[in-house]
């Protein structure tokens, strides 16, 4: 079924680090703008609580720390 494997899906990306997952959103969106979509007839509300395991185990502040760091490279 599909909501199975979506929901397999949701767990491996739950896994990975912060900064991946933005990457892998950026590439569904290009991908879905570059078929000619709309992104404005995607309810993001359906993303609601997927992402609240990801900041439980991070300290926020390390995080933004990290990212700033990262844009002087």
Excluded: C, H
């Excluded at 491996?12 to 979509?37: C, H, N, T, W, Y």
């Excluded at 359906?46 to 990801?54: A, H, N």
């Amino acid at each position: 079924m599909v909501v199975d494997s979506l929901k397999k899906i949701n767990k491996e990306i739950e896994e990975l680090p912060e900064s991946e997952q933005l990457r892998l959103a950026k590439m569904i969106l290009d991908r879905v703008v570059d078929r000619g979509g709309s992104v404005k007839n995607l309810d993001f509300r359906d993303l609601r609580g997927t992402g609240k395991g990801t900041w439980s185990k991070s300290n926020v502040e390390a995080y933004i720390k990290n990212e700033r760091d990262g844009w002087d490279r």
